[in-house]
Antibody, heavy 120, light 106 residues
C-alpha cells in the first residue's frame, strides 16, 4: 500500500527554523519526483517545492525560495523540507505528495500524506 | 507564472442536483490539468487528471472536460459524500492550484 507520512511540524517563533520529514512506503521512492504542498488555515492549496527522483533538480515557489530547502534520502525513502527564516505567513498544514508517473517532472499528484501542521 | 481562476468560490446545491465548476488558466496548458476533492481536515484526493480522465475508484458521476484555458468539473447527481471543496491544478509549467470551490448543502 502506497503511503506517505509527514512529521516534524510544531510551533516556532518568527525567524526560526523547522525541518519536516515525509516517510514513503509501498512504492519505488527512488523513481519519483516528490513534492511539498501547503495549505494555510482556511485557505487553498499552494505548491511549495519539488525534487527530482535523483535529487539533482529542485524547484521552489517564489514565496519560499532562498528560505526553504527540499532534500531526499533514497536509502531511507524519506523526503525532507528544511524551513529557515520562518514567517507568520508560513503557518500551514504541509503535505508531501507523489506524482503519478516515474521520472517525470510536471505531472499530477495521485498520493498525498495526511499532513503536518506548522505554526509560526 | 500561470494563474488558475475557479468559479464559483461557493456553490450551494441539493442532493441529486447536477453541478458544474469552472477553472480558467491564464495561458494555454493543453490538457495538463487535474481536479482534486478535499474534505475538512483531510488531504486532497485526486479525482480527474489530463482534464478528463477519471482516477481509478472515483464514481462515474464525476466528469471533467476542457482544454487549453477553460476546464469544467461536472457532478451529474450530487450525493451526500460530495459536499467538499474542489481544487483545480495545472501541471503544464510548474504547478498552480485554483483558489477552490466550496460545495455546500442548500
Amino acid at each position: 500500500q502506497v503511503q506517505l507520512l509527514e512529521s516534524g511540524g510544531g510551533v516556532v517563533q518568527p525567524g526560526g527554523s523547522l525541518r519536516l520529514s515525509c516517510a514513503a512506503s509501498g512504492f519505488s521512492f527512488n523513481s519519483y519526483f516528490m513534492h511539498w504542498v501547503r495549505q494555510a488555515p482556511g485557505k487553498g492549496l499552494e505548491w511549495v517545492a519539488v525534487i527530482s527522483y535523483d535529487g539533482t533538480k529542485k524547484y521552489y515557489a517564489d514565496s519560499v525560495k532562498g528560505r526553504f530547502t527540499i532534500s531526499r534520502d533514497s536509502s531511507k525513502s524519506t523526503l525532507d523540507l528544511q524551513m529557515n527564516s520562518l514567517r507568520v505567513e508560513d503557518t500551514a498544514v504541509y503535505y508531501c505528495a507523489k506524482p503519478a508517473a516515474t521520472r517525470v517532472d510536471y505531472y499530477y499528484m495521485d498520493v498525498w500524506g495526511k499532513g503536518t501542521t506548522v505554526t509560526v | 507564472d500561470i494563474q488558475m481562476t475557479q468559479s464559483p468560490s461557493t456553490l450551494s446545491a441539493s442532493v441529486g442536483d447536477r453541478v458544474t465548476i469552472t477553472c480558467r488558466a491564464s495561458q494555454s496548458i493543453g490538457s495538463w490539468f487535474a481536479w482534486y476533492q478535499q474534505k475538512q481536515g483531510k488531504a486532497p484526493k485526486l479525482l480527474i487528471y489530463k482534464a478528463s480522465t477519471l482516477q481509478s475508484g472515483v464514481p462515474s458521476r464525476f466528469s471533467g472536460s476542457g482544454s487549453e484555458t477553460e476546464f469544467t468539473l461536472t457532478i451529474s447527481s450530487l450525493q451526500p459524500d460530495d459536499f467538499a471543496t474542489y481544487y483545480c491544478q495545472q501541471y503544464s509549467s510548474h504547478y498552480t492550484f485554483g483558489q477552490g470551490t466550496k460545495l455546500e448543502i442548500k
